[in-house]
T-cell receptor, first 114, second 114 residues
Framework: DQQVKQNSPSLSVQEGRISILNCDYT??????FLWYKKYPAEGPTFLIS?????DKNEDGRFTVFLNKSAKHLSLHIVPSQPGDSAVYFC?????????????FGPGTSLSVIP | DVKVTQSSRYLVKRTGEKVFLECVQD?????MFWYRQDPGLGLRLIYF???????EKGDIPEGYSVSREKKERFSLILESASTNQTSMYLC?????????????FGQGTRLTVV
């Protein structure tokens, strides 16, 4: 069973609007969460992260929100741009316990329509 | 500029062949990883290494082995390639103390086993 879930395989958003990508996790030991972005024929690149001691982290147009009680996080992109079209992977790890694994979700393909 | 380089972008191999995937990083990172990416499954960890000559199994090590003779190089070996190993393979590295945080990925190797 997947420990990190991204239930929307794809998402289409108009340029200038908000993109919201969702991620759910099942392991309550996870305490650090990351978002990676992947263009076709390239490796993933780190986008933004959040520790479980926070509920929000912002970096320019990108904001990640964490709801620990719901085991849910979301990535908000405002405003969305065509260059944001990519696959977004949510990932989680347990810094306080196992040092060895980052668990990735299946990814959400975002299309930003001009 | 940080760099993780995988030796091949595309590979086609025959069933039963021994396959070597090479990865080199120039960031003096202690930790290196091999993932495979499959549709709907995200990135799954095959093996990782936190030091020269050290290796640890990830979630799906069966059918694979690894070698890390030098700090900058991490090789993935398919002992006897099978069609179910057709996939995108991604190498990554990260610095010591940040095993579970930001990782830098190579561009990926798309392997087809026929």
């Amino acid at each position: 069973d997947q420990q990190v879930k991204q239930n929307s395989p794809s998402l289409s958003v108009q340029e200038g609007r908000i993109s919201i990508l969702n991620c759910d996790y099942t392991n309550s030991m996870f305490d650090y969460f990351l978002w990676y972005k992947k263009y076709p024929a390239e490796g993933p690149t780190f986008l933004i992260s959040i520790s479980s001691i926070k509920d929000k982290n912002e970096d320019g147009r990108f904001t990640v929100f964490l709801n620990k009680s719901a085991k849910h996080l979301s990535l908000h992109i405002v405003p969305s741009q065509p260059g944001d079209s990519a696959v977004y992977f949510c990932a989680a790890s347990a810094l306080k316990t196992s040092y060895d694994k980052v668990i990735f979700g299946p990814g959400t393909s975002l299309s930003v329509i001009p | 500029d940080v760099k993780v380089t995988q030796s091949s972008r595309y590979l086609v191999k025959r069933t039963g062949e021994k396959v070597f995937l090479e990865c080199v990083q120039d960031m003096d990172h202690e930790n290196m990883f091999w993932y495979r990416q499959d549709p709907g499954l995200g990135l799954r960890l095959i093996y990782f290494s936190y030091d020269v000559k050290m290796k640890e199994k990830g979630d799906i090590p069966e059918g694979y082995s690894v070698s890390r003779e030098k700090k900058e190089r991490f090789s993935l070996i398919l002992e006897s390639a099978s069609t179910n190993q057709t996939s995108m393979y991604l190498c990554a590295s990260s610095g010591a103390g940040v095993m579970n945080t930001e990782a830098f990925f190579g561009q990926g190797t798309r392997l087809t086993v026929v």
